[in-house]
């Protein structure tokens, strides 16, 4: 099903830490096995975030551009997307998971670190030909093939490696996809991942003729005169505990499902909060804790550098990236809060 390879742009993963060329040379021919008319999958994680959607949405839309093949694309859960990544280029490809083909050919997952983020359709990698594609440190290697590199700034780096090397050249869409992936993961280009070589894939997305402003505007500056409110009301109960964390700080904030109703808005809005939260200067670590149920929490957590969050969210059933990493907590919003005390140590 695969056109001529046309050359590969320059590297952005380190080659050392990244993918042997085995397993890249697997993935392809992977890719090249489909039969015609074959069924490939794409999954990524639940609550996808930028880099989940964008990479796998990117991928689809690559595979697309080669033909030959029949692309579902999905993830777990709650299907309302946040209005800042629902109208990505190749959402056309979205199916509902109950929807998702049980024996695809080929299944592909974006930006999922272990099978607990795909839920129900974790069932899915268990396919002979099945390629993780992933950045996490703390990925556990759940497929037949792996494409993981740690150092790699967003899984969308992984995915432009492996369009690369399949011949597929970027256009405006996919670029778009996959700019929206590394904005999300870098904080706009401010996170310690942004290398040169990330500045130069930029560049080469932004060749295609996508804007950046705009797309920026729309991703992260978009929202609600409600959530403006909401994100008041929650930032002013911040508690700062700076002997916290062996003394480097924590400053912490929870919202509530009823605080939700209160201004009335989705779930989703609150993705944003942590950002605000961990502007302070008198803590290393921040957290925000969002409710999901009765005694359920979604917890974000970020550090500048002090403490290895991913080890307190691995330890509390998560997991993620050394400054960026959250679980799921069970209590009231106090206990989880101790929890989290309790492993900062
Ligand atoms: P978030 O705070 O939701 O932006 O998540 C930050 C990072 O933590 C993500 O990149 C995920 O890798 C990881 N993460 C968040 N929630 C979970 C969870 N429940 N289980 C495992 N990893 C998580
Ligand atoms: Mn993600
Ligand atoms: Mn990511």
């Known amino acids: ?60 839309l ?31 490809l979205l199916v509902q998971p109950d929807e998702a083909w049980a024996d695809p050919d080929l299944a592909l997952c974006f930006d999922v670190a272990s099978t607990s983020r795909l839920d129900t359709l974790a069932d899915r990698m268990t396919a002979r030909t099945a390629i993780v594609v992933d950045h996490h440190a703390s990925n556990t290697r759940f497929g037949g093939i792996h494409l993981v590199d740690p150092t790699a700034a967003a ?12 011949g597929v050249p970027l256009d405006r869409e996919i670029a778009e996809c996959l700019y929206i992936a590394l904005i999300t993961d870098t904080g706009s280009f401010r996170f310690d991942m942004t290398t040169p070589a990330v500045h130069q894939f930029a560049a080469r997305l932004l060749a295609t ?28 109960r911040s ?26 808005q989705p779930p989703y809005v609150l993705e944003a909060l942590i950002d605000s939260v961990r502007c302070t200067v008198e803590a290393d670590v921040s957290c925000v804790l969002k409710q999901v149920s009765e005694t359920g929490w979604a917890v974000s957590m970020r550090s500048k550098g002090g403490v290895d969050v991913s080890a307190v969210a691995v330890a509390l059933g998560g997991g993620g990236h050394r400054l960026a990493a959250g679980f799921t907590g069970v209590g ?3 206990e989880v809060i101790a929890a989290i005390r309790a492993q900062l140590g």
């Open 1 to 60: 099903m695969i056109s001529v390879p046309s050359p590969v742009g320059p590297p952005v993963a380190d080659q050392t830490t990244g993918p042997t060329g085995d397993e890249w040379a697997a993935a392809v021919a992977a890719v090249r096995a489909v039969p015609p008319g074959g069924r490939v999958l794409l999954l990524c994680h639940v609550n996808p975030d930028g880099d989940a959607l964008g990479s796998m949405l990117g991928f689809g």
């Open 62 to 92: 690559g595979l697309t551009r080669l033909g030959g093949c029949a692309v579902q694309a999905t993830f777990p859960g709650n299907q309302e997307l946040p209005p800042s990544l629902g109208g990505m280029p190749g959402s056309h």
């Open 155 to 166: 899984t969308s780096v992984m995915v432009d490696q492996l369009l690369g090397r399949l």
């Open 209 to 236: 003729g996508i804007s950046p402003a705009e797309v920026s505007r729309r991703v992260f500056d978009s929202r609600p005169f409600g959530a403006v409110q909401l994100f008041g009301a929650v930032l002013q």
């Open 239 to 264: 508690v700062l505990e700076p002997a916290a964390a062996g003394g480097q700080g924590l400053v912490w904030t929870h919202a509530t499902l009823a605080d939700l109703e209160r201004y009335e």
């Open 332 to 334: 009231s919003a106090d």
